[in-house]
């Protein structure tokens, strides 16, 4: 398996970065107070799922059936979900 050439990726992205930050500048621009209600819950959603699912695969063996590994995916994205709502009504 070969490792992955952060260098070329990063050249990737930068062809679009001029495209990416235009449409973040409409979007703050004219839905400003709710863009960034709903950033914040899209990185709470990332960073909860994130975390449960490195907790929960280091906490099952490594023999781990699929079907195990899939239930403990979606119970991530479930929990991820749960925290975003949660995050977007209270915020």
């Known amino acids: 398996m070969e ?27 004219f839905a400003g107070s709710k863009f960034l209600f709903i950033a914040l819950a899209g990185i709470i959603f990332v960073g909860v799922t994130m975390v449960s699912a490195v907790i929960l695969f280091n906490l099952f063996s490594a023999t781990a059936s699929g079907g195990i590994k899939i239930g403990v995916f979606v119970g991530c994205v479930v929990l991820g979900c749960a925290a975003s709502y949660f995050t977007y009504v209270l915020a």
Do not use: E, N, S
């Not at 990063?10 to 990416?20: D, Q, S, T």
């Open 3 to 29: 490792a992955l050439d952060v260098g070329v990726a990063l050249r990737m992205g930068l062809k679009f970065l001029g495209v990416i930050l235009i449409v973040l500048g409409v979007l703050m621009c």
